[in-house]
């Protein structure tokens, strides 16, 4: 029990009101249906692929967020199902999942990504790409997605200054487009930022979602 273990550890530090979502990537299903049991609905892949294998194999109610990078080419294979893209970062891949969301006649919750870390290698807009997209004729024209919030990955470092400050500044994103963009919205609501090594962190500065696979189920085994 020791992935249940590790989810009511979480659930008695994490604030009411942040959001969990599971990790799963690289976890076999045996691993995700521990944590299903001990309670855990909402769970995230970053491979469309596995992610797909996956949802055959395990319950129909679990609610599938997609976190990683997203090929405009693999949205297909996840717009009929998926309840939250978190890793919108341009134009191009919004204008295609609402391409695909219409041939569902569905709807699809989507993150703005920003890239808030110091490192090159990670994806995501800055606040002035972001705005650029949110006043583009072509969005204005998306009747199938749904902008939620927003979301970040911090730095990797020991630095819990920087961190904080990375999140910070995600936060204070998010309040700007708030105000200028969804000020009458109220499902732009969240603010997704924190992993196993820094959920405290952001928790602490406005976080209302984060992302847990270590934490929960330990160390990947690749």
């Known amino acids: ?103 569902h006649d569905r709807v699809i919750d989507c993150l703005l990504q920003f890239h808030i870390a110091s490192e090159e290698t990670k994806f995501g807009m800055d606040y002035e790409e972001a705005t650029e997209l949110l006043e583009s004729e072509l969005y204005r024209e998306m009747k199938n997605v749904r902008i939620t919030g927003v979301m970040g990955m911090s730095s990797f470092s020991d630095n819990a200054d920087l961190v904080r400050s990375e999140f910070k500044g995600l936060h204070d994103s998010f309040l700007l487009l708030k105000k200028r963009y969804f000020n009458t919205q109220e499902q732009f609501n969240i603010v997704s930022m924190g992993m196993s090594g820094d959920y405290m962190i952001a928790t602490e500065e406005g976080s209302n979602m984060i992302r847990i696979g270590t934490a929960i189920f330990g160390k990947r085994i690749y």
Request: proline letters at 3%; charged letters at 25%.
């Open 1 to 103: 029990m020791r992935i249940a273990d590790n989810l009511l550890k979480l659930k008695r530090i994490v604030p009411k009101h942040v959001l969990i979502v599971a990790v799963s990537k690289m976890q076999p299903a045996a691993a995700l249906l521990e944590a299903y049991h001990a309670g855990q609905r909402v769970f995230g892949e970053n491979k469309v692929q596995e992610l797909v294998v996956k949802r055959s194999e395990l319950p129909s109610d679990i609610e599938w967020h997609f976190i990683g990078h997203l090929q405009t080419n693999k949205v297909k294979y996840l717009a009929s199902f998926i309840s939250l893209i978190h890793s919108i970062d341009g134009i191009n891949l919004l204008k295609e999942v609402n391409r695909e969301a219409m041939k």
